[in-house]
């Protein structure tokens, strides 16, 4: 019995490890979402920004346009400012001399006859562009700034955090106003503009996380295995700061948003045909007191829903990530079902 | 090669900070064969954990700097190997065991992951080989493989200190540190922890040192024993001999101090006196002060290691004439 293949030996012994070994990421993501799914408001959150994300895809199809409404992008004079579920006069008479009415989309149209509902949904597509885009670029490089700062130290701290310090000392929005101005205007110049004053946040967060987590013993136990800096930090550290970053990130897609609408809203974001929230809310600020609510009220709802869908989707992400406030496969269902069981058998003994 | 796996000669390790310089480890030296169980005995602050980690390479610094003698491992000088090579070292042929399983785990990840990273680094495994071979490690230390996917939190700390185990021995390496592990722990855990210890020691042929406060482990688990006083080995013995025929006043402090249980004793008879500031040491021998049979002499003279029987070393001014 001395030549046994110690690997057949194991496996017969224990059939679990083939099992553990299969564990791949998509398993651990399935985990996350287990417990993300069972916070009611965050998946509301997540299920607005997926309808706010079948909204772009499917912009051009919500509002294709009419014969006399030709859509979100052109000027239709005859049928500006309608309110939605008002007609207007085409300026066409039928056989009988009759002038024609026409109804515009649900969400009206604006001072130039465009159709309000295909300019919000056109719109979705430049916002959720500029705010994933933004907290990717100015998350990866707070991140890794925020990285080097707190687990070095020393000289590299000093320079990476006084150079933060310089783009904490201007106020966000001047930042990217200046920014914004002094390049061209266009989707790069915003993501720019919005991102710069995203980086300090990531970099301070992870810092501050860094410092804390790098004198654990669970770091110098991997140092004492023999894992050099890099995978330290990228395996070790910064999976244990991931939850205050993703918070972060979630409520700085929320703040890129915000940015870039107002950008939009002070004009210098993108040019004015372009169907960007921030823009429609200036161009209906106009007409808000004429009494055409409608120019203001649906971009303006429509970016304060998005903010608030991801900022709860945050909220549960943070908690769905932490494995310290996990409760481990535990599920309210299951646990009635055994209290009821072990009340069935009590009555049952009773009854005997 | 020599006859010893790690040899450590005169090992002085400082740490320079603001307040002064302090002096964790001074002239310290002990060896170690093949198998055998170090004890490194001494209070809190004797620079037992220093120690280890001077061992190890992982010495914080700045502040703190190896400033002197010679840490020979397998024929090679540890202090004069890079931090690449070191890297190397680290976890495959010399690994740690920590004071505190609930803090050397890493929170985020699978305890049979945290197994299979030391595989993954020292080992040329694939990662589905690496895990298979942390759920046998798992098993080696008395725990289900099917809980390798659970994170440390769900386990208690005996088992994490198990899993801490299996981490340190999974590369099967020729030295193992444990500082102090089962100080965090209650005292029926720590009898299970010791003997899955000793039986893993013999399994995988690992020399051992055992960094610990405790008597009692070092008469239960070590060969000999290396009695540290403000950061130097005042005596080095078998642990027979030590145990029988102490020479340093320190170690015969430290015995008395334990109660005899065959004795009606009134109170414990503590050594008086404090531990000295490591920052501020006393000239000469560091233990005159407390010590009940200080002479001028020993406030001047920093006393030899001298030998008194064979293999039975003494750093002590009542015992010079006796060596060299």
Redesign the interface.
């Known amino acids: 019995m001395t030549n046994v293949n110690p690997q057949k030996q194991m496996s017969k012994e224990a059939m679990a490890p083939e099992k553990f070994a299969g564990t791949k990421r998509l398993d651990r993501f399935m985990e996350v979402w287990r417990r993300f799914r069972r916070n009611p408001l965050a998946v509301a959150g997540l299920v607005m920004i997926l309808l706010m994300g079948v909204l772009a895809i499917s912009a051009d199809w919500i509002a294709p346009g009419t014969e006399f409404d030709p859509g979100y992008d052109i000027q239709n004079l005859p049928a500006r400012l309608v309110r939605p579920g008002d007609t207007f006069n085409t300026g066409f008479l039928d056989d009988y001399g009759n002038p024609i009415y026409e109804s515009v989309g649900i969400f009206g149209t604006d001072h130039l006859g465009r159709d309000m509902l295909g300019r919000i949904a056109h719109g979705s597509r430049i916002t959720l562009l500029v705010a994933f885009l933004v907290v990717t670029i100015s998350m990866t490089l707070g991140v890794t700034l925020g990285a080097i700062a707190g687990f070095y130290g020393g000289v590299s701290d000093n320079i990476i955090m006084r150079v933060i310090d310089v783009i904490l000392a201007m106020p966000t929005i001047l930042l990217a106003i200046t920014i914004a101005a002094a390049l061209d205007p266009g989707l790069h110049t915003i993501i720019i503009a919005v991102g710069v004053g995203a980086i300090p946040g990531y970099a301070r967060i992870t810092r501050a996380q860094v410092l804390t987590l790098r004198d654990q013993e669970f770091v110098e136990a991997a140092r004492s295995v023999g894992a050099n800096d890099f995978r330290l930090i990228r395996k070790h550290i910064l999976p244990n700061c991931m939850a205050p970053i993703i918070v972060e990130a979630t409520m700085g897609l929320a703040g890129a948003i915000a940015s870039a609408a107002a950008l939009s809203f002070l004009g210098i974001g993108l040019a004015p045909p372009t169907p960007e929230w921030g823009a429609m809310l200036a161009d209906g600020r106009r007409f808000m007191l004429a009494g055409e609510w409608h120019m203001t009220v649906f971009p303006g709802v429509a970016i304060a829903m998005i903010i608030f869908s991801l900022n709860m989707m945050g909220d549960g992400l943070r908690d769905a990530f932490d494995p310290r406030l996990r409760s481990a496969g535990f599920s309210k269902k299951r646990f009635k079902r055994q209290l009821q069981a072990i009340e069935a058998k009590k009555a049952g003994a009773k009854e005997v | 090669m020599s006859e010893y796996l790690l040899d450590v000669k005169n090992l002085s390790i400082y740490f320079f900070i603001q307040e002064g310089t302090v002096h964790a480890v001074n002239d310290l030296t002990f060896t170690l064969k093949p198998g055998e169980t170090i004890g490194l005995v001494g209070e809190t602050g004797a620079g037992k954990t220093t120690t280890a980690l001077g061992i190890?390479s992982?010495v914080q610094s700045p502040p703190g700097m190896v400033v002197d003698g010679q840490i020979v491992f397998e024929g090679r000088d540890l202090l004069k190997l890079s931090e690449?090579e070191m890297?190397?070292?680290?976890?495959?042929k010399i690994?740690?065991i920590?004071?505190?399983p609930m803090?050397?785990?890493?929170?985020?990840?699978?305890v049979?992951d945290q197994i299979a990273?030391?595989l993954l680094?020292?080992e040329n495994l694939s990662?589905?080989?690496a895990?298979?071979k942390?759920?046998?490690m798992l098993?080696k230390v008395g725990i289900?493989?099917?809980r390798?996917?659970?994170?440390p939190?769900?386990f208690s700390g005996g088992m994490r200190q198990r899993v801490?185990i299996a981490?340190?021995l999974a590369c099967n390496p020729l030295l193992l540190i444990a500082d102090e592990p089962t100080t965090a722990l209650d005292v029926t855990i720590q009898a299970q922890v010791l003997e899955l210890m000793k039986a893993l020691k013999v399994e995988f042929n690992t020399s051992l040192i055992m960094i610990t406060h405790d008597l009692g482990i070092v008469a239960e688990i070590c060969d000999k024993v290396a009695i540290m006083y403000a950061g130097s080995a005042v005596e080095t013995a078998d642990k027979y001999e030590l145990f029988r025929n102490p020479k340093h006043p320190y170690t015969i402090g430290l015995l008395n101090s334990i109660p005899d249980i065959e004795k009606d004793e009134e109170s414990l008879k503590p050594i008086k006196g404090l531990m000295p500031d490591p920052m501020n040491l006393p000239g000469g021998c560091p233990f005159h002060p407390r010590c009940d049979h200080a002479t001028s002499r020993c406030a001047e003279v920093v006393p030899p290691r001298v030998e008194v029987a064979k293999g039975h070393f003494v750093k002590c001014l009542l015992f010079e004439e006796g060596g060299a």
């Open positions: 190890m992982l690449a890297r190397k070292v680290r976890g495959s690994s740690m920590f004071q505190d803090t050397s785990l890493n929170p985020v990840i699978p049979g990273e030391v680094l020292h990662a589905a080989d895990r298979i942390a759920t046998e098993t289900r493989p099917e390798a996917k659970e994170y939190h769900q801490g981490i340190a």
